[in-house]
């Protein structure tokens, strides 16, 4: 095992890892500046990352001007202000008030969380509907959402959170499977007052266990397993410099910030680029209850959360198995001072099975190779829910993002139409879990466009008298209004990126093929307020032409943004993207029917894309993988001529 930290001197590439003495200068020239005061806090801090062509110019021994985007949030007024800073120069490049009515507010933070509590406690209204549910309000663990935007105008320009309650029985009593439902209070953050609540009347609260970790609820173990040792006798095969990873005939950089945690850079396969940089920059969890006091559930947990500051630290043997390479992450926390997060990001390698196999039959050949994929990844807890986004890379040029989505399933005490009982009178309300991959393309080169590829049936009749045939069509899409679409698994249909300025050997353009998955996009009506916010939900595909200022699908401060930023807005422009600099946005995910063997804790779900080469190569990339070096595979004459082989010519 080997862990990464942060780099304490000058950095020497654009996209090195955020430092701790990079957040103390910020914060440093942001009070220099006269921006920080005793109520200001800071609510989200990022790289500015440079522009894609100065990146690609770097050269080793260049200046590095190292810069983050710094918004501040006053708790005594509600103003915010966005900066750009300059850690290398000590300098405020760029300051702007946020407008909140138009542009939407800041991030959550957790000074504003951790004082939800005492707001509702000092509300009359509050403690007399936990008072006639026979509660105290002592036991009772509030839950403060984000608010999204109705019709409040009242709450137009302020602050707001929604609050529920969960009645907690002791210390290490699990609060979430203990609703108080019929209840929700409308809190002003800034005011630190409760707007209104919201009682519809008494609804049993649950009282099952939801203790996970008692062990009289867990029941006897399960001891017949037997330990897993995974080793590597001879080390790891990858190399990690400050950054920059190689493994096989991959390379490429890696990075962290605390909204879209792990982004991956520069992504190529023996020398020839594919993804100029990867990463998820969205997620919405909208819920389909459409109750008075839970209508609005719906969470942009990057955009109004920040969800990766709260990132784990993860462990040998419980979060990673094998010859570990473990990466601190620096990110600021609401003072602006640097806060360390132990062994964030997680890397290493794992045996997927076979890679490619043949036994022939004609010349009693008998070959096998191993398939190995690297694995970069983290895991977030993010209120209820906990995420692991786990980037894969394959020997044979494949790239793959998988989502795991465990924790506890969000509980009411009103299970039916919209939610499943899941223990004696506790519901777990249907929704979804639906991510924005931002995949900035590269494949080799810069001028890129995309195909939409899906299978076309060919009815019988001439040229196809016994029926049987089927064809490829091919669309290009051409400008940003025609590349939104969706998913159709009856046509199998997926996205090729294709060079515009290269091809293969066989005169094919390069290319890489998004693969989806199939399932569904966003639900929720066309006139919901979730649809105007979430619009990059609504397509499986967009893209755009690259602008470095487009970085977040559903615009940049999303929570209580109105609706129609990011995505919908940029492409209005309906700019050309055939042979340009583009950007592929995917929308990926789940839709979660909640069943009884999803409580106490949720079994992982899984979900994600794939991006596989197509016509990149001239052939099979991964013929030089070597045989397997172990006497078992050379016994049976896996690797070479062996007994003869009968059966029919046939490929399944």
Known sequence: MTITEPATGTATHPLEHTTAAEVERVRDALAAAGLLGETVRVAFLVPEEPAKDAVLAHRDGDDVDRRFRAVLLDLATGRSVDTVVSATRGEVDSRREIDPPREGQPPIIDAEFEVIEDILN???????????????????????????????????????VRAFGFHQDHSADHPWAHPIDGLVAYVDLTSRTVDRVIDNGHVPVPASSGNFDDPEVQGPPLDSLKPIEI?????????????????????????????????????????????????????????????SVRFWQNYFDCGEYMFARYADSLELGCDCLGDIHYTDAVIADDFGNPKTIRNAICMHEEDYGVLWKHSDLFTESREVRRQRRLVISFFTPIGNYDYGFYWYLYLDGTIQLEVKATGIVFTSGTPGEYATEVAPGLGAPFHQHLFSARLDMTVDGMRNAVNEVEAQRVPMGEGNPYGNAFAKKVTRLSTEQEAKRRNDGSVVRTWHIVSTERTNALGQPVGYALIPENKAILLADENSSIRARATFATNNLWVTR????????????????????????????????????????HTFGTTHFPRPEDWPVMPVDYTGFTLKPVGFFDRNPALDVPATRSAHCSARGANGAGAGVSGPAREG
């Open 122 to 160: 000092a509300d009359q209204r509050w403690l007399d509907a936990i008072a006639a549910r026979g509660r105290n309000p002592e036991d009772v663990r509030a839950v403060p959402l984000s608010a999204g935007v109705y019709d409040y105008p009242d709450e137009v320009g302020r602050r707001v």
């Open 231 to 291: 080793t590597q006798p001879e080390g790891r095969s990858f190399t990690v410099d400050g950054n920059r990873v190689r493994w096989g005939k991959w390379d490429l950089r890696y990075g962290f910030n605390e909204r879209e945690g792990l982004t991956l850079h520069q992504i190529a396969f023996d020398g020839r680029p594919i993804v100029y940089r990867a990463s998820v920059a969205e997620m919405v969890v909208p819920y389909a209850d459409p109750a």
């Open 546 to 585: 690259y602008d470095p200022a487009e970085r977040y699908p559903a615009g940049d401060f999303v929570n209580q943004n109105p609706g129609g930023a990011g995505l919908p807005a940029w492409t209005a422009a309906d700019r050309d993207i055939d042979g340009e600099d583009i950007v592929v946005w």
